[in-house]
């Protein structure tokens, strides 16, 4: 089955710099890559998601990333705002109804 | 996309008891999804529930442990029978989408934080 991996399982980051998470899949018959936040005590929120014809996507200070032949996909946060602290799950799915494997998440803190 | 609510939000409850938690989208779906998230931990996916069928279960869980009901497409249960302190945990279900149609996005409800004594 998906084995979906990801770094760092924590970044601290000073308000306005960037920051970056890493995952890595093995499934090549995955083609659906999902990023999800969550904010303590709340449910995951779908914030982007990408399909494995797109190399990137970007959503205001949001983008990902997609390296299909590597296996490899990461999140890029620009201007970070202390808002946007908490945990970042990246997963990965072929779609169609199929199951979406998530990572091991990275908490994200943001220091004003 | 879906509006989905959970009952109960949080629980506790005694070990050897079972617990039902019932999960309500506004819409109807295909697919309703069962996952646990143990305390500061990822997503583990329990079962996958199709209306008309039985539930498919991943690896490491069993149907006499978490039985899944899927009377139609707006509404799931999912029992969690002779509960041991090693279930407390937030079980939280998903849809994918917001119609018949695969969609590939899920969507999760708020969630149900059980504590077993």
């Known amino acids: 089955g998906e084995n979906v991996e990801q770094h760092p399982s924590t970044l601290s980051v000073q308000e306005g710099d960037s920051a970056v998470i890493k995952c890595t899949y093995s499934d090549s018959a995955s083609n659906y890559f999902p990023w999800y936040k969550q904010e303590l005590g709340k449910r995951p929120q779908l914030i982007i998601d990408i399909r494995s014809n797109v190399g990137e996507k970007k959503d205001q200070r949001i983008a990902v990333t997609l390296n299909k032949t590597a296996k490899h996909f990461s999140l890029h946060i620009t201007e970070t705002q202390p808002e946007d602290s908490a945990v970042y799950f990246c997963?990965?799915?072929?779609?169609?109804?199929?199951?979406?494997?998530f990572g091991t998440g990275t908490k994200l803190q943001v220091i004003p | 996309s879906a509006v989905i609510s959970q009952k109960p939000s949080r629980d506790i409850c005694q070990r050897g008891t079972s617990l039902t938690i019932q999960c309500q989208v506004d819409s109807q779906v295909t697919m309703m999804f069962w996952y646990r998230q143990q305390p500061g931990q990822s997503l583990t996916l329990i079962a996958t529930?199709?209306?008309?069928?039985?539930?498919?279960?991943e690896s490491g869980f069993v149907i006499d442990k978490f039985p899944i009901s899927r009377p139609n497409l707006t509404f799931s249960t999912l029992t969690v029978s002779n509960m041991s302190p090693e279930d407390s945990s937030i079980y939280l279900c998903?849809?994918?989408?917001?119609?018949?149609?695969?969609?590939?996005?899920?969507?999760f409800g708020p969630g149900t934080r059980l504590t077993v004594l």
């Open positions: 529930a199709n209306q008309g069928s039985e539930a498919t279960y």
């Open positions: 998903s849809v994918e989408g917001s119609g018949l149609r695969a969609s590939n996005e899920q969507f």
């Open positions: 997963a990965a799915s072929p779609g169609g109804y199929q199951k979406v494997t």
